[in-house]
């Protein structure tokens, strides 16, 4: 669970953003009431045992390592370097 801000909201993605690839719950703004909103919508998946045990597994498979983040910062730059 996460506030959309700076990096965060670079890399996580919401669970109904995309539905076939979120891992997380994401809130916008620094309000207690969207945090809840965000805990709610994480509690109605939870007791879905296996759609919750889906998001827990691609969450756990996620890479945010630097060096993943790394090559992803350098590929739009390889990239332009390859096709010169």
Same mark, same amino acid.
């Given at each position: 669970?996460?506030?959309? !801000?700076?990096?965060?909201?670079? !890399?996580?993605? #919401?669970?109904? =953003?995309?539905?076939? %690839?979120?891992?997380? %719950?994401?809130? #916008? *703004?620094?309000?207690?009431?969207?945090?809840?909103?965000?805990? #709610?919508?994480?509690? =109605?998946?939870?007791? *879905?045992?296996?759609?919750?045990?889906?998001?827990? /597994?691609?969450?756990? !498979? *996620? #890479?945010?390592?630097? !060096?993943?983040?790394?090559?992803?910062? *350098? =590929?739009?730059?390889? /990239?332009?370097?390859?096709?010169?």
């Amino acid at each position: 669970m996460v506030r959309r !801000t700076g990096g965060l909201a670079d !890399t996580v993605v #919401d669970v109904n =953003e995309e539905p076939e %690839f979120g891992y997380s %719950f994401i809130f #916008d *703004q620094s309000d207690p009431q969207e945090l809840l909103q965000a805990i #709610d919508r994480a509690l =109605e998946l939870y007791v *879905q045992r296996r759609r919750w045990l889906n998001i827990v /597994k691609r969450g756990m !498979t *996620q #890479d945010f390592s630097w !060096t993943n983040s790394a090559e992803q910062y *350098q =590929e739009p730059y390889l /990239k332009v370097h390859r096709s010169l």
